[in-house]
Every structure is written in C-alpha cells, then in structure tokens.
C-alpha cells in the first residue's frame, strides 16, 4: 500500500473514541481528521488535501464501501473496518487511487504493522526527494 502524505480521514462514528489507533497514527506522525458520515467525509474531502481514508463499514448515511467508490478517482488510500465479534477487520479498499478491494484482510495487529511501514516508507521517500534541495524548497515541500 502507498501513501502520499500524513493526512487522515478517519469516517465513522467510533473513531474518537479508538484512542489506541488514533494515539498511534499521531506517533507516526499523521494528522488526524475525523467524519462522523459520508456527507462530512466529503466536505473535509473538499476542504483539505486528504491521502489516507480509514472507514467503517456502516456508516448513518450509507455505507463505507459507496464513500470509497467516490474516492477512486482520488490518489488516495483507504480500508474499510469490518467489525467482527470485539475486534475487526481491515479490508483494503483503494491504494494510491486503484481499487484494490478483494485483497485479504489484515487483522488488528497486521494493519497497525502495514500503516507503520506506510509511515516509515513515506519518510524514507520525503528524505530522499529532499536531498539536494536548497533549504527554502525542503521545507516547502514537508522536508525537514
């Protein structure tokens, strides 16, 4: 899975409450944003530059599979939480703008691994992207 940049749309009613997920992505250095539904989801789609959208399934105004199928044609990634018993599933919906759904599903512990080498891979990616620029344009371009 790729990633463009450390911005997060997290749709759903819960995901204020997922201290544990939103407490790791924020150690990794992601920016949080959060939607209760599909229709907030895209007003913050329209307002900010968005590369990672994690979705629950049931959603008050549709579902998280018809919020993906909007954002194909965006160069983002997303998964769809698919609640199972007191855990879920992580299916993988788009990745860098392609549909991707039907990959297997990652459990907690294997989604929480592949959004830190997402993490991790976009880090090596900016610092190799910013070496050799000059100070003023690394650090416009997210460098440090």
């Known amino acids: 899975m790729t990633l463009s940049g450390r911005n997060v749309l997290l749709v759903g009613q819960h995901f204020h409450r997922a201290r544990s997920?939103?407490?790791?992505?924020?150690?990794?250095?992601?920016k949080n944003h959060f939607a209760g539904n599909i229709r907030a989801a895209c007003d913050l789609l329209s307002l900010h530059r968005?590369?990672?959208?994690?979705?629950?399934?049931?959603?008050?105004?549709?579902?998280?599979?018809?919020?993906?199928?909007?954002?194909?044609?965006?160069?983002?990634?997303?998964?769809?939480?698919?609640?199972?018993e007191n855990s879920c599933f992580w299916l993988p919906a788009i990745d860098g703008g392609t549909k991707c759904l039907g990959l297997p599903a990652l459990r907690p512990l294997e989604f929480a691994r592949t959004l830190e080498?997402?993490?991790?891979?976009f880090s090596t990616e900016t610092q190799e992207s910013c070496s050799g620029l000059g100070s003023p344009i690394a650090l416009a371009r997210g460098c440090d």
């Open 50 to 84: 968005i590369d990672l959208v994690l979705s629950h399934t049931y959603l008050p105004d549709g579902t998280g599979s018809r919020l993906l199928t909007a954002l194909a044609h965006l160069p983002v990634t997303a998964f769809l939480c698919l609640p199972v």
């Open 21 to 30: 997920l939103t407490d790791k992505l924020q150690s990794w250095k992601f």
């Open 117 to 121: 080498e997402m993490a991790r891979g």
